[in-house]
């Protein structure tokens, strides 16, 4: 069974900084493009970043020079480094892996982040 499990979040004062991780367990990880989104309340999930299998990373306009993705293919664990956090970067935060020539599409628990002002 697949799962998820994001550790890192808390509590943070704008200007500071959070290190997010995801670690995935089943062997698909390697081939999986890794992602964060990200829901605030009464708002939509929205995309933050992600990054494939070959390391290729994508960002949203909102984070992009703050936040930087990564991963270790050896420990099936994706990172989230969020620098600069600024209130509006409050949220829960959810990893996503997806295999998408397997159909696989698997979301974590997600963990909170709140950035106070």
């Known amino acids: 069974q697949v799962q998820l499990v994001e550790s890192g979040g808390g509590l943070v004062q704008a200007g500071g900084s959070l290190r997010l991780s995801c670690a995935a367990s089943?062997?698909?990880?390697?081939?999986?493009?890794m992602g964060w989104y990200r829901q605030a309340p009464g708002k939509q999930r929205e995309l933050v970043t992600t990054i494939t299998s070959g390391g290729s990373t994508n960002y949203a306009d909102s984070v992009k020079g703050r936040f930087t993705i990564s991963r270790d293919n050896a420990k099936n664990t994706v990172y989230l480094q969020m620098n600069s956090l600024k209130p509006e970067d409050t949220a829960h935060y959810y990893c996503?892996?997806?295999?998408?020539?397997?159909?696989?599409?698997?979301w974590g628990q997600g963990t909170q982040v709140t950035v106070s002002s």
């Open positions: 089943g062997s698909f990880f390697s081939f999986a493009t």
């Open positions: 996503n892996a997806e295999v998408p020539i397997l159909r696989l599409n698997y």
